[in-house]
């Protein structure tokens, strides 16, 4: 018997209707939640819960996709040579990128951030998840287009970061630029591009962040 045959082509929705007042509770705390999330980049080297980052990868594995064609590859890094490659070539990047590259406008917008060419968070926090971007999926030697990718990733992304905030873990989007190095470092197949380098940990004792202030509801809405 075929898949198919097995598999009926719908099912129905599993979903909760809430009272009013419980879904409002919900979503305040939620906003709260989120509203903890920083991007950290001085992280300690402590070791991560078992099984934890398995979690957090299902839960971005559950983002919407283009066709539903999924079209993620998250590679954990914890070897600590792996780590250390990564971030000699990311920093090797990283400097022409502070010394050549940057527009005097972008240096300008960076400047709040305190960042600079040296990343020792790459070697630091004890897991770095590199997600790769699959432009298509090649069966029996044919190349499968997948669609939107770029949606279909950073969607998954902004799962994943929420969830390991959920989880009580820290990170940051890091985007050494260019990123060609990580393909060629985690040996990734031609048909996947490197999208996002987020190294997860918990933050440095003292661990200090931007002070930055987000946007109010009247700045970032139009109501019509
Ligand atoms: N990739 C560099 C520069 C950088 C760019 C942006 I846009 C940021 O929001 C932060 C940093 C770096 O990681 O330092």
Redesign the pocket.
Known sequence: MSQSQLEPPFVPLAFERLAPEQMLARARAWREELAHRR?VRHFAPDPLPEGLLEECLLAAGSAPSGAHRQPWTFVVVRDAELKRRIRLA?EEE?RK??TER?SDE?RE??AP?G???N?PFLEIAPALIVVFRRAHELEDGQKRTNYYTQESVGLACGFLLAALHHAGLASL?????PMAFLSELLERPDNERPFLLIPVGYPAAGCEVPNLRRKVLNEITVWR
């Open positions: 991007s990311a990283e990128l502070y940057i972008w917008a960076l951030l960042t600079d060419a990343k989007t890091h985007t050494p630029s």
